[in-house]
């Protein structure tokens, strides 16, 4: 055995140097503002110190036999819970403080031990080796206790207390047209991001109150280089309770091909069902675990990175997945505002997915998740492409029994009701769909500069669809034979749509213009009908004469009796014709009156003479009567009818 | 297998469809260039199979070699749909018996994206057991070595070993899953790390099979016969077969959700010259597979056979080591855990990249989807 191995001091001047230096890393430590880099070392320095100090104090062996007095205590008190059918921090503070001294005494001891461990001194190796042992077990015990904690404090949110789940109306797309509901919806009510845009909402994934208790294990685990073995069981509790949350949101791992074999129905619920998913386990699940793992970790340079990325990774490639299935789907014009609401929300985590996972490891997810976003606009503007198509191409083969408003107007406006909701997004995926649109486009935000509005691309492309609408219904509209009903249909539609765009956003789009031409549109269809029914029910009323007096008896018995016939007849089919809009029902009968009754009633005065005649069928008071029984959409007779 | 080849490869194809297209010979030129295309084939798999059976670097099933296959894979894909639709008339493809072959080959290709998907939860499964390898390895490397060394490397070889011999039927996954946190002391606690991996994020969905899905893909995956070997059936073919035959060793070397039966044939045409290495390939993983299944495993990862067999040594040792041990057994395990810690130091290597490179055939199975998707749609006859 030889003493005299460098770093060993024996002399007397060494002791000075070692109580010298001793007295500066005592005086470092006690600075405030050290990283936990600096005070680590600081701390082994020190108990390297006092090990050498108590090695030249005992001159052969008092020394060491201190040191085992010290790992006896240690030890005693880290084997005492080896039988004990507690967990240690279930057991109160003391006992947990208790143990972590002995923890770190053990530490101190193995690393001072270590220091010196060059000398083949039996004694000095045996008990760094039972120091190790002890060592060793409490890492173990550590690791299971920090498992409890984690699981035992582990802390589920609701998540309904997050985020008001986003209610809007769904629009099921069809291919029969089935119509939908022509309620008014509620458009301010049907999207809350008020809660989004708020930012994030951070919650305890595990009970604030254990923090520092974890905090603690991590530090000791990590001093004895124990640290893989803490972040192998940090990862695995969490990365569990992660993949709960993830299954209690009622999100469930799909294979690829059964997203594309999917119902439509059920595949937008799921849709919807991811768009609130991944807000919830972005904004707030991820943001509180990566706060966890930074609480725990924060001083240990890239670990808590690493752990969070490791927590994590797997369930947002599973929602990533999901996306890249639903964006390489079928591109079916109903998927377009699901598909928008995909888009949206990826666009507006994408800052704090860049945030979370910032680290270079991390920027594969970053990567993926830009690449869905790409990917799902692709597939957003496809769908829009196919709405389109699905317009102009909806053909039918009967006309549409009444000339109401058809069921493809129907859905078409009430879906297009929902465009203004997506405008931002819409108008940047659009932007490069026309190139003579977007240079008109200088600024994202469209406030309230309602000429701005109707020049955006969005604007634009609305127009367009409404445009490919009423070509398509043009074409519907000479599926009826008889030219007034083709008048009342279009005239019908043409008010809808205006009617639509009038009472929505829509109108902001469309522009003032576009609703003028079109107010015009149906007036013009109402005049069309008019002359095309009455103008030759009324020339029976005509007066060819209109110098003379009166014409004789039994020209007005003619002219009578083909009115009565004719005015029958318009009742009897038009009364099976539909306005549904009572207004302008009411409009157009008004109008009729004015030119059917004002003749009737002057050629009935011009022939006073005749008219107690039985020939006189009508009187002028029933022919207004019945004037109001007009397109209401049940046919009716006058011929057998006896009212008067 | 270089870019330069590809490059020139495409460039050729290019050219030519561009100006003999619709002219006398033109067929001629086609069946050139897929002979050509068909030779290169041959000599990347070629290439491939003669990789060593054991070797520190580039070894037969090995990281870096699925990484090169991958890249063969690529290279392949990109090459076959040129050959299938550069400067081509769209209404050929929908034309019989492509109408038919095109939505075959289609349907593989998503399950494909399945299946590379379960694949990069596989390359988790092995990156979890790098860590506790990467544990074992600082254990025994400690001086002076202890019992208390030796327990540390034991507990991280158990979790290692019940890692690597991960049950990929669906029932323990279900099981796991569904147990509830409410162990009590110390009595769970040992089956912690299993829920790490058979986790539901190891699914790819319930009820998946990789399996399943590889013998699906084999349906209907006949070589064409006749005049159709030599034009349009010919590429689909090839396409196909080479999607399908990655897909099953991928399947095979890294750990899947439900992979028993794994064994089932490929339909490689041997008669075939550009087949030969593919079948070589074949035959060799599937009489590995054979002869592991039943022991249950973790896959057929060059790295996972050597980390399963050094763990297996290492844990015999942990489990009779006493202090302070013989000299002989302690130098033998140290040059056993060097060689552990060179299979971790390649795992650290090469797995991120292999993750994101089966990431990258994923995308580039959906992108080609799409292509053969609107190539149809344009060459479908107006209704």
Known sequence: ?644 | MTGTDQSSFLGRISIRRNQVNAMEGYHEQEIEDLELFQKQLSDRFAELLSAPDDAPTEAFLSISWIRKLLDVFLCCETECKAILLMERDAAQISKPPLDRLIPELLERVVKAMDICNAATNGVELVRHCQKLAEITVSALEQKPFGEGQARRAKKALVSLMSAMHVDDKESSVQKTAERSWSFGRRSGNKDRHHGHYRSLSWQVAKHWSASKQIHAMTMNLAAPRGPEASCLPAPVYILSLIIVFVMWVLIAAIPCQERSGLTTHLPINKHVNWTHSLAGIHDKIGEEWKKKEKKGMAGLLYEMQKMEKLGQSLIEFTDSYQFPGEKEKLDEVAAQVAELAEVCRRMDEGLVPLQMLIREAFHRLVRNRTEFLDVLEQGAPVV
């Open chain 1, 1 to 644: 055995m030889d003493g005299c191995q460098s770093g060993v001091p024996t002399y007397e001047g060494d002791l000075h140097v070692v109580a010298a230096a001793h007295h500066i890393v005592k005086a470092l430590g006690a600075t405030k503002n050290l990283s936990d880099d600096l005070r680590k070392i600081l701390i082994d320095l020190d108990s390297h110190l006092s090990m050498i100090t108590s090695n030249i104090d005992s001159k052969g062996g008092r020394g060491l036999v201190d040191v085992e007095e010290r790992l006896d205590q240690a030890e005693r008190k880290i084997m005492r819970w080896e039988t004990d059918p507690m967990m240690i921090w279930d057991s109160g503070p003391k006992e947990a403080s208790d143990y972590l001294e002995a923890v770190d005494e053990t530490g101190k001891l193995v690393d001072g031990l270590r220091g010196l461990s060059v000398h083949e001194n039996r004694k000095q190796k045996e008990i760094l080796h039972r120091a190790m042992n002890i060592l060793q077990m409490a890492m173990s015990r550590l690791e299971e206790e920090l498992i409890h904690i984690l699981v035992r404090h582990g802390q589920q949110f609701e998540p309904k207390h997050m985020y008001s789940r986003s209610i809007r109306k769904d629009i099921v797309y069809d291919e029969s047209f089935v119509s939908v509901e022509d309620e008014p919806i509620k458009e301010t009510s049907s999207r809350n991001y008020s809660n989004d845009e708020s930012g994030e909402c951070i919650v305890d994934l595990v009970h604030a109150d254990v923090i520092p208790d974890i905090k603690s294990i991590a530090k000791v685990m990590f001093t004895s280089n124990y640290g893989p073995e803490f972040c192998e069981a940090f990862i695995s509790v969490q990365k569990e309770a992660l993949e709960q949350y993830f299954s209690f949101l009622g999100t469930e791992n799909l294979s690829i091909e059964d997203v594309l074999k999917m119902e439509w129905t059920c595949l937008s619920s799921k849709m919807n069902k991811w768009t609130w998913s991944m807000k919830i386990i972005v904004r707030v699940y991820l943001a509180s675990e990566k706060q966890l793992c930074d609480q725990v970790l924060g001083g240990l340079g890239s670990v808590s990175s690493y752990c969070f990325l490791e927590i994590s990774k797997a369930t947002i490639l599973c929602l990533l997945n999901f996306g890249e299935a639903v964006a390489m789907g079928p591109h079916r014009p109903e998927k377009l505002l699901r598909l928008l609401d995909m888009y949206e929300t990826l666009a507006c985590l994408l800052r704090d997915i860049d945030t979370l996972f910032s680290e270079e490891a991390g920027s594969f997810i970053q990567l993926q998740f830009h690449e869905l976003l790409e990917r799902l606009g692709e597939s957003a503007i496809a769908a829009f492409e196919a709405f389109r198509v699905a317009i102009s191409s909806n053909g039918s083969l009967y006309p549409f029994a009444g000339g109401g408003v058809h069921p493809l107007n129907k859905y078409v406006m009430n879906y297009i009701r929902m465009f203004p909701e997506y405008c931002n997004t819409l108008n940047l995926l659009l932007k490069n769909q026309h190139p003579g649109v977007a240079d008109q486009v200088t600024e994202p935000d469209y406030g309230l500069d309602a000429s701005l509005l109707t020049s955006c691309p969005m604007a634009y492309h609305l127009r367009s669809i409404t445009s490919c609408l009423e070509s398509n219904l043009h074409k519907k509209s000479q599926l009826y034979k008889d030219e007034a009903l083709q008048h009342i249909f279009l005239m019908n539609n043409i008010h809808y749509l205006v009617q639509k765009v009038k009472g929505s956003e829509l109108r902001l789009f469309f522009g003032d213009e576009w609703i003028r031409k079109h107010n015009a549109m149906f007036q013009q269809h109402a005049m069309n009908y008019e002359r095309a029914t009455w103008s030759s029910v009324v020339s029976f009323l005509k007066d060819d004469n209109p110098g003379s007096s009166s014409m004789s008896k039994s020209t007005f018995k003619e002219r009578c009796k083909g009115f009565s016939v004719a005015f029958e007849e318009v009742y009897k089919t038009q009364t099976s014709w539909s306005i549904p809009d009572p207004e302008l029902r009411e409009d157009l009968r008004i109008s009729t009156s004015l030119k059917v009754v004002l003749a009737y009633r002057t050629f009935l005065g011009r022939n006073l003479a005749y008219t107690d005649d039985k020939c006189v069928k009508h009187t002028v008071e029933h022919v207004e009567n019945s004037l109001l029984d007009l397109f209401e959409g049940s046919s009716r007779s006058l011929r057998n009818s006896r009212r008067w």
